[in-house]
């Protein structure tokens, strides 16, 4: 296989490890846990796994381990880092003992399930070290909750004879982790269960968890092209760029990237959403930066848009559910009416409020949000081009002001999504630093025999060195939400604060950066040269940990 020069000398780089994880570790045992809410709910639905001690692991002596067999499942979107996760699985359990084997479970959760796996050798293990991507593996999405799942689970894992099950994924695969530990603990089979938090979106992280891996590097990929528009529009004058960000649900992504690098409008889903915003106040308030732009002669600029941002606008929202409502039942007559008559037919039967929304809305961005739904019915919103829906109604908006003379200038937009370039980029020192770490403390979390936590490395905007690393007892991190009409125990999605350090930062900027060319080139990620610039953690992270 050709390789790059940067991949032949990256494979040579060697994670930086937390001081305390260098030699042997002990566990040092904390005060009992709690659930973050709804603590006799989530007691009750896991009596083996709740109230655990938060773990930390700190210099000590090791007694003589025996061999264990680990299963590992990459689990959801790809985020950069997995591999050394992975890595550092490998080398803790080989260092607790050189006989010791690592199983990976095939394209995700339904790996376990079908029993599809292949054994992860020292050979393979190198392969990978320090690149992005989860293809040692792959991943899936198949969900992991249902019993019997767990049982053809057990079946393989049992003939294989694995100890513990590492599950690298996001909110929702760790809270099925948590279920699966109980069950196999209820059950008495004596596997244990660890989860590691992966998502780019930033949106699991808490107390004990500063962040999610793959965020940093995403963000720095994105940060970097973004940049490099606007390089081009400050050069060229004559183009708006409206660029979306990946990021399901919450604006982690477009906020940090906001912060990287001064654009002159972002939206936070959550402000739009608190603020009761309706998409007309986003279309007016986008709008008037350019206009006021326009007005200092500047026709050109950069805004960042989230990609769940329609889902958070309350009204969109309700349109969405009658839409999601009306086609389940409908789906069928719809199909079969003429594409010319479509749009009428479905404001012909929505309710007044939605009916009026949905007209108002660009031809293109309507008919998406009336074909492409999920296999659960649902509008797949990540499918809903906002950068475009955006610009055409600030375009419309621009010309009824021109009309009115209450705006003169140049309306010309350039269109983005960023999302897939930066899921697998090779990681940044940050996150191949973090995930190896991460992936090492769950190989201590199993040899002390824990169950239902997730690795946990924090005071990471300090010097690797003086991380620190532990486990955190997941059960500490759910509460009780309705999902499909039901009470489930779920971990808490972390969306941005609209009162946190870096939401608060930007708020304050944001005037500046909209009516001043502001802008800052972060430049391409750097893997070798001064720290400064090849260590430094996000921008939210150093925000947030700021004491
Ligand atoms: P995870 O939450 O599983 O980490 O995935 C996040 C994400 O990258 C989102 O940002 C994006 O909306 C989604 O996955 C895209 O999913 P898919 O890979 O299935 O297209």
Redesign the pocket.
């Known amino acids: 296989m050709t390789k790059s020069a940067l991949q032949i000398a990256r494979a040579a780089y060697q994670p930086k490890l937390p001081q305390a994880l260098k030699g042997a570790v002990v566990a040092k045992e904390g005060e009992p846990t709690q659930s973050v809410a709804d603590q006799e709910a989530i007691k009750a639905l896991f009596p083996n796994t709740y109230g655990m001690p938060l773990i930390q692991f700190v210099e000590g002596e090791a007694p003589a381990f025996p061999a264990i067999n680990v299963g590992v499942i990459l689990?959801?979107?790809?985020?950069p880092g997995g591999h050394n996760v992975i890595s550092g699985l490998f080398d803790g359990i080989k260092k607790l003992n050189k006989d010791s084997k690592l199983y990976g479970f095939i394209l995700g959760p339904g790996g376990l399930v079908d029993h599809n796996y292949k054994e992860l050798t020292d050979e393979i293990i190198d392969e990978y070290r320090n690149t992005g991507g989860f293809d040692i593996i792959g991943?899936g999405?198949t969900k992991l909750e249902k019993e019997e799942q767990f049982e053809k689970g057990y079946e393989i894992i049992k003939e294989l004879g694995i100890k513990a099950l590492v599950i690298i994924?996001?909110?929702?695969?760790n809270t099925n982790a948590c279920v699966l530990a109980e069950y196999y603990a209820a059950k008495n089979y004596g596997v244990q269960v660890i989860g590691c938090p992966?998502?780019?979106?930033g949106?699991?992280k808490n107390e004990m968890i500063e962040t999610?891996f793959?965020f940093d590097t995403?963000c720095k990929t994105y940060a970097e092209v973004i940049g490099n528009i606007q390089r081009d529009c400050n050069s060229a004058r004559k183009y708006w760029h409206f660029i979306k960000l990946?990021?399901?649900?919450a604006s982690h992504?477009a906020l940090e990237c906001a912060l990287q690098v001064q654009p002159n409008v972002c939206i936070v889903s959550e402000e739009v959403e608190q603020k009761e915003m309706s998409l007309d106040d986003v279309v007016t308030y986008i709008a008037q930066v350019v206009a006021d732009r326009a007005a200092a002669g500047n026709n050109f600029g950069t805004v960042l848009i989230p990609?769940?941002l329609i889902e958070f606008i309350p009204a969109m929202k309700r349109l969405i559910a009658e839409l999601n409502d009306f086609l389940a039942h409908n789906g069928e007559e719809f199909a079969a009416i003429d594409k010319a008559e479509q749009r009428q037919y479905i404001i012909d039967h929505l309710t007044a409020e939605n009916a009026a929304i949905y007209a108002s809305l660009p031809e293109g961005v309507a008919r998406q949000l009336s074909l492409d739904r999920d296999p659960h019915g649902n509008v797949q919103?990540?499918l809903i081009e906002t950068e475009k829906l955006l610009s055409e109604m600030v375009s419309n908006k621009l010309a009824a002001w021109k009309k009115e003379g209450k705006y003169v200038g140049k309306f010309a937009p350039q269109h983005h999504f960023f999302?897939?370039e930066g899921?697998c980029a090779a990681p940044s020192n940050f996150d191949a630093d973090y995930c190896y770490s991460l992936g090492y403390t769950a190989s201590m979390l199993i040899a002390n025999g824990k169950t239902g936590y997730m690795s946990s490395v924090r005071n990471t905007t300090a010097p690797a060195a003086e991380w620190i690393a532990g486990g955190v007892p997941i059960t500490m991190m759910m509460n009780m939400e309705r999902r499909h009409g039901e009470m489930k125990p779920v971990i808490q999605k972390a969306l941005v604060k609209l009162d946190g350090a870096p939401f608060k930062k930007f708020a304050a900027c944001r005037e500046e950066w909209a009516k001043e060319t502001a802008y800052v080139y972060p430049g391409p990620i750097q893997y070798f040269g001064p720290t400064e610039v090849c260590d430094e953690p996000t921008k939210t992270l150093q925000l947030e940990q700021a004491k």
């Open positions: 689990s959801g979107g790809q985020a991943s999405r994924g996001g909110d929702d695969s992966k998502t780019i979106d949106d699991l999610s793959g995403a990946m990021g399901r649900s992504i990609e769940g919103v990540s999302g897939y899921r």
